[in-house]
């Protein structure tokens, strides 16, 4: 019995793939969870459609990303921070602030994208990655100074 994936299934597919399954899986377990649908003509030229606009949209968000990453470039971003006498912050530097100050640059990075290796409690430089795509990541340098 050959079936169209609604949704992704552990051990048979993926969302969107065209499977092979045994008529008695097909039909009593798959389709009456709305998690397959009979992959008949209609079906498969209706899922080539929508495969064709979703990879038209990843690449137009994948384009996006790239300028994004270009526009930052080189930039090196600085964060002021209160300090004690030994150069230790009060608190932690966070994505939020890391997406504020890139905000400040021009660009509009989500702080969920914004990936920080180690805590920043001390001043100085730091590099930390922006995710901005699942092909395109970034590094950006940031600088914490005394406020």
Request: proline share 2%; glycine share 8%; charged share 35%.
């Amino acid at each position: 019995m050959e079936l169209i994936l609604k949704e992704d299934v552990k051990g048979v597919g993926y969302k969107n793939d065209i499977i092979n399954v045994k008529p008695g899986f097909g039909r009593n377990f798959l389709i009456p969870r709305k998690l397959a649908e009979l992959a008949t003509p209609g079906t498969k030229k209706s899922r080539e459609e929508l495969l064709k606009q979703v990879q038209h949209k990843q690449e137009k968000i994948k384009k996006d990303a790239v300028e994004i990453a270009a526009k930052i470039g080189d930039s090196i971003l600085e964060i002021r921070a209160k300090a004690g006498e030994t150069g230790k912050i009060f608190g932690s530097i966070t994505a939020i602030q890391i997406a504020d100050s890139l905000k400040k640059l021009g660009v509009d990075v989500d702080r969920k994208k914004v990936h920080i290796a180690q805590d920043i409690k001390e001043l100085g430089q730091y590099t930390v990655e922006l995710d901005l795509h699942k092909e395109v990541q970034h590094k950006v340098t940031i600088n914490i100074v005394a406020d």
